[in-house]
């Protein structure tokens, strides 16, 4: 089965630092990478999406230079939360969606839990 | 703008019983609408509906849209402890190529 992963699981910082998270497609070639955010007991909500080799789409109200993201190759799309603050903490979620998937076919990583103090 | 909502938010039960959870939605442009188990982590994918009336069906669980009345129905029957988790409900978007989530529903199995 399709496989995604995040790195890293957990990451703490510091307030104004920049924190990177890595999203892989490990075993299927992902043309388009979603970015969620879910605070506790929310849903998830869109932040934006990336296709490979293109400028992802943010969804209203993210800010797109605080919220980088980078979809380099067909296996691999970053976010970077830059100057992050502790409103910033909460859980990031990426999911994958191959070249044959429909938009509803979203394989999932394991979620980022960031916590900025 | 889209909105899909789930209810109830929140379900405890004891083992055994049989538990339906709904979800409704109004979107500008319905392609499919989209059921995934939230444990831990990440979500996992149930169902995916695009035809009303037709009942999906996997083991204890399945699933059965209504495109008229806008909403979708998950039934889990003979409920186990290894079926709680969050339970999520998703519609796709004609043309949008995105996901809009609702609350989800935090069910709870009781021994």
């Known amino acids: 089965g399709a496989v995604v992963s995040q790195h890293p699981s957990w990451v703490i910082c510091k307030s104004g630092t920049s924190v990177k998270i890595e999203c892989r497609s490990l075993d299927f070639q992902a043309t388009t990478m979603f970015w969620y955010r879910q605070f506790p007991k929310q849903s998830l909500m869109l932040m934006a999406t990336s296709n490979e080799g293109s400028k992802a789409t943010y969804e209203q109200g993210v800010e797109k230079d605080k919220f980088l993201i980078n979809h380099a190759s067909l296996t691999l799309s970053t976010l970077t939360v830059t100057s992050a603050h502790p409103e910033d903490s909460s859980f990031y979620i990426c999911s994958a969606r191959g070249t044959s998937g429909f938009v509803g076919e979203q394989f999932f990583g394991p979620g980022t839990r960031l916590t900025v103090l | ?111």
């Open chain 2, 1 to 111: 703008e889209d909105k899909v909502v789930q209810s109830p938010l929140s379900l405890v039960v004891h083992e055994g019983d049989t538990v339906t959870l709904n979800c409704s939605y109004e979107v500008t442009n319905f392609r499919s609408l989209l059921w995934y188990k939230q444990e831990k982590k990440a979500p996992t994918f149930l169902f995916m509906l695009t035809s009303s009336g037709i009942e999906k069906k996997s083991g204890r669980l399945s699933s059965i849209l209504d495109k008229k009345e806008l909403f979708s129905i998950l039934n889990i029957t003979a409920t186990q402890t290894g079926d709680s988790a969050i339970y999520l409900c998703a519609v796709e978007i004609q043309g949008a190529q995105k996901l809009v989530f609702g609350q989800g529903t935090r069910l709870t199995i009781n021994p």
